[in-house]
């Protein structure tokens, strides 16, 4: 029949007009939903505020201005580590989200992490910035931290947020934002200064060196941690509402 013929064209079954209009307005809603949510508000003010005002803190203070850039930026990861530690777990489950966090769970989003995940984190962020700021370790303070965002956060982020590598990739600008201020207030240190001959190290290249093996090393560990922990990246179906819509009714 008509019908039928129809059917087999468009590979609708059943109400072929109605049902493929129907998919068309689902894909159209899914594409829209997925570009829309490219980047959240929170990660573009993010990362816009610790780049744009830590390089004004630069040309204003030098190297000075980018300890207190990293300060004001690391400060706040240890304030949202803090709160999640309160919680009592990592992430709220997807019944207790708004409607604002429904509307980002289009997106990639993080998993569910163990306190202890948090409180590891702070003790190394306290540490890094403790070294710099009390005792003028520079470059330890710059491996610490690079421990922190470059090796755990990276890893966290492409590895087990739920989106596949393109699309968690694209959660990273305010984890990286962080790392080049961390590169930065490590290169801008005097190399003959207490920061760099603490670590036996005497350029800037040696520095540098130094920050990537602490963050493959943080990268390791996370992994490790993760594996151990049993943590898994969220299921997309519990946290977003337009997983799915492509696909056939």
């Known amino acids: 029949s008509g019908r039928a013929q129809v059917a087999r064209l468009t590979g609708c079954k059943f109400h072929p007009v109605q049902n493929c209009v129907h998919r068309g307005l689902r894909h159209r809603w899914h594409r829209v939903a997925m570009a829309g949510a ?74 569910e992490l163990p306190p202890q995940w948090y409180v590891g984190m702070l003790a190394i962020q306290g540490a890094g910035m403790a070294a710099q700021l009390l005792f003028g370790l520079t470059v330890l303070s710059g491996m610490l931290l690079s421990f922190v965002f470059g090796g755990c956060g990276v890893c966290l982020h492409l590895r087990y947020y739920s989106g596949n590598y393109s699309d968690n990739a694209r959660t990273l600008a305010p984890v990286l934002s962080i790392v080049a201020i961390i590169f930065a207030m490590v290169m801008t ?24 093996v602490a963050g493959l090393f943080g990268a390791a560990g996370a992994q490790a941690f993760c594996w151990y922990m049993g943590v898994a990246p969220r299921d997309l179906k519990e946290t977003n509402p337009f997983a799915g819509l492509g696909s056939s009714p």
């Open 38 to 111: 490219t980047y959240s508000l929170y990660e573009v003010a993010f990362t816009a505020a610790a780049l744009s005002g830590s390089s004004v803190a630069w040309i204003a203070y030098g190297h000075i201005g980018l300890i207190i850039a990293l300060t004001c930026v690391v400060g706040l990861s240890a304030l949202g580590d803090v709160l999640e530690v309160l919680r009592g777990s990592g992430c709220r489950p997807a019944a207790d989200r708004g409607p604002k966090d429904a509307a980002a769970s289009a997106w990639p989003v993080e998993p």
């Open 189 to 212: 240190a005097p190399s003959d200064g207490r920061g760099y001959t603490s670590m036996g190290v005497h350029d800037r290249w040696g520095a540098m060196a130094l920050l990537f």
